[in-house]
């Protein structure tokens, strides 16, 4: 069982239209506007301060799915492969300073939830860990993720995970005690 986070009181002056966006914000959610700051408070201080410093952007699904419909697959794969070979080597350090399986599974939960990979699922089945990645973006989509946790997980341990890709879906396999996390 988890330790619960402690919480304190901190006063802040807020811009009128920022409190009102607030509140309706918070109406629309069915939240109290102290749940909503803190879920936003909380993205911005575990990946959103990395990410503005590291140069990551923002993309809708829509320009993301034209622009990979537009790339041939070999090319596309060669590219996630190019990005998943130092760039959460980086990322890692950058955010944890150590490379780490456990940094490296924060990671994948990182991009999942604030780099709109997709809705991702982790199982431990028998000692193992299980990732199940959906998504909605389309076949292209997949292959990229596909090539760029091979690639992530061969540069960061040496290592290739047993995948399972569909047009919606991306899952991966890795065995903890097969990984060397010695660098």
């Known amino acids: ?3 619960p ?3 304190t009181t901190f006063t802040l002056r807020l811009d009128q239209d920022i409190l009102n966006a607030l509140r309706d ?3 629309r959610q069915g939240i109290s506007v ?3 700051v803190n879920r936003h408070l909380r993205k911005y201080v575990d990946w959103g301060r990395f990410a503005e410093r590291y140069g990551m952007i923002s993309m809708s699904k829509n320009a993301l799915r034209r622009l990979i419909r537009s790339i041939p697959d070999e090319t596309l794969r060669s590219l996630a492969m190019e990005g998943g070979k130092e760039g959460p080597i980086d990322l890692i350090l950058f955010m944890w300073g150590e490379v780490t399986l456990e940094n490296a ?3 994948i939960h990182f991009f999942a939830e604030h780099q ?3 809705d991702l699922e982790e199982r431990a089945e028998n000692g193992d860990k299980r990732f199940v990645i959906h998504h909605d973006m389309g076949p292209k989509r997949s292959i990229y993720i596909e090539a760029f946790f091979k690639s992530m997980f061969k540069s960061l341990f040496n290592y290739l995970p047993k995948f399972d890709s569909t047009h919606r879906s991306v899952a991966f396999t890795i065995s903890p005690s ?3 996390t010695a660098r």
Do not use: D, F
Request: glycine content about 14%; proline content about 0%; aromatic content about 0%.
């Open 1 to 3: 069982m988890s330790k």
């Open 25 to 27: 914000e918070a109406g």
């Open 116 to 118: 709109g990979i997709g």
């Open 5 to 7: 986070k402690q919480s």
């Open 105 to 107: 599974i924060k990671l």
């Open 34 to 36: 102290n749940v909503l």
């Open 178 to 180: 097969q990984i060397n």
